[in-house]
């Protein structure tokens, strides 16, 4: 059983976080993560989640405490935003380094300068190279719903998880959203398997510095150098899509809502144009879909939940049988395109996916995304395809670029 709530983003995830009976909270606050941290420092308080709330001073001793405290095998959390997310690169580095399965909430804000408080995806995608999981939520009940997942995929794959969502636009947004029992939420979730114990009766040493090659330890066993490490932590995150695709099916079986796994579609089957973002860029797509359709264009949309690792072999599947393909993105890569784009395009090598992509970069430092203006930038980018002219320069949408 479910009860519904009218409830913010931010208040998702926080009761998300006491379902899973996170036992340490490490909290600084930034804009829009501030009210997460908040929230779960009146439940610590209430006596509603039994945690140890550790207020830091910044954003790298955050991921600190979430490092040290996962080592010694709790489970553990933290949210932050932007520039805070930035801060603690090192420290992201460590935790997946260190295989500890973290996980954090990135409310996604633009990053600064010039400072802006709003949202766009530059953060959380520049941190693409951490070694992190990345989901990304459409709406308050995914993340409801990815934090809980991402506990279950982390602790299996020991990887840390960042579930990302849209800063105010979803934030600070309310919307109705399921909340499961406790109970369900338990038997979903085993409790925490740490594979580094601290021990007197055995001490150890926890990340030594390493040599470039193997090398035998005192009893004669032959330990990783250091690219041994990195290759097994690559190997991890390719594994960990079967672990993401089981856990999502696994959890739509017990708690009656599907997220789609690594990506989801919308009006698809017969669909010629296919609309793609993350994010709730993703839900406003669908809205302008609806519109297209009723319009006479056959769109569909394919939500890109999973950046990290990247969906290849379902982008493969999904966008088969596409004439005309449309991104989205919050998010560039300077001197290039939009992240989504490239890696899209990569994944369409070796296949039969010859459509055209355009790719429009939209809702930067919080501009307003709108469905009617991705309805229109569909079609002008149809109308190009059908005219003869498929290639496209990455577009600015919705800005003044003269």
């Known amino acids: 059983m479910s009860d519904v709530q009218i409830i913010t983003g931010n208040q998702a995830a926080a009761m998300a976080a006491r379902l899973c009976n996170v036992q340490v909270v490490a909290a600084y606050p930034i804009t829009p993560q501030s009210q997460l941290a908040e929230i779960l420092s009146q439940y610590v308080e209430?006596?509603?989640?039994?945690?140890?709330?550790?207020?830091?001073e910044s954003e790298h001793s955050a991921m600190t405490v979430c490092i040290s405290a996962s080592t010694v095998g709790a489970r553990v959390f933290t949210a932050t935003s932007a520039n805070g997310l930035l801060y603690m690169h090192e420290q992201l580095h460590w935790a997946a380094g260190s295989?500890?399965?973290i996980v954090m909430c990135v409310v996604n804000r633009g990053v600064g300068a010039p400072w802006s408080i709003f949202n766009d995806q530059q953060d959380s995608l520049s941190q693409r190279d951490t070694g992190w999981i990345q989901i990304h939520c459409r709406d308050n009940q995914e993340i409801m719903d990815s934090v809980i997942q991402a506990y279950r995929i982390a602790e299996q794959v020991y990887a840390p998880v960042m579930v990302c969502y849209d800063g105010f636009v979803l934030s600070h947004t309310m919307m109705p959203v399921h909340i499961p029992g406790a109970n369900l939420v338990r038997s979903f979730l085993p409790p925490y398997k740490p594979h580094?114990?601290?021990?007197?009766?055995?001490?150890?040493?926890?990340n030594p510095v390493l040599l470039p090659n193997p090398r035998m330890s005192a009893e004669g066993i032959l330990c990783d150098g250091y690219m041994e490490m990195r290759y097994k932590l690559q190997k991890a995150m390719e594994d960990s899509r079967e672990v993401i695709i089981k856990t999502s099916r696994e959890f739509a079986d017990a708690f009656g809502r599907d997220n789609?796994?690594?990506?989801?579609e919308y009006r698809?089957?017969?669909?010629?144009?296919?609309l793609s973002a993350m994010g709730s860029v993703a839900a406003e797509a669908m809205a302008a879909v609806d519109q297209l359709r009723a319009e006479g264009i056959g769109a569909g949309v394919?939500?890109?939940r999973v950046f990290r690792p990247f969906p290849k072999e379902d982008v493969a599947r999904a966008f088969r049988k596409a004439k005309a393909i449309i991104l989205f993105e919050k998010s560039i890569s300077y001197g290039y395109e939009g992240g989504l784009s490239s890696e899209l395009k990569a994944a369409f090598y070796r296949t039969d996916i010859h459509a055209p992509v355009h790719d429009y970069i939209v809702g930067l430092g919080g501009r307003d995304v709108k469905a009617r203006e991705l309805v229109e930038a569909a079609k002008s980018s149809?109308?190009?395809i059908r005219s003869g002219t498929p290639e496209k320069?990455?577009?600015?949408?919705?800005?003044i670029t003269e």
């Open 268 to 274: 698809t089957d017969d669909a010629e144009v296919i």
């Open 99 to 101: 295989r500890l399965p």
């Open 196 to 206: 580094t114990i601290l021990s007197p009766e055995n001490p150890k040493n926890i």
């Open 382 to 384: 149809v109308e190009a």
């Open 393 to 399: 320069h990455t577009s600015w949408l919705n800005c």
């Open 46 to 56: 209430s006596g509603s989640l039994r945690a140890e709330y550790v207020r830091v």
């Open 260 to 264: 789609g796994g690594m990506l989801w």
């Open 302 to 304: 394919v939500g890109i």
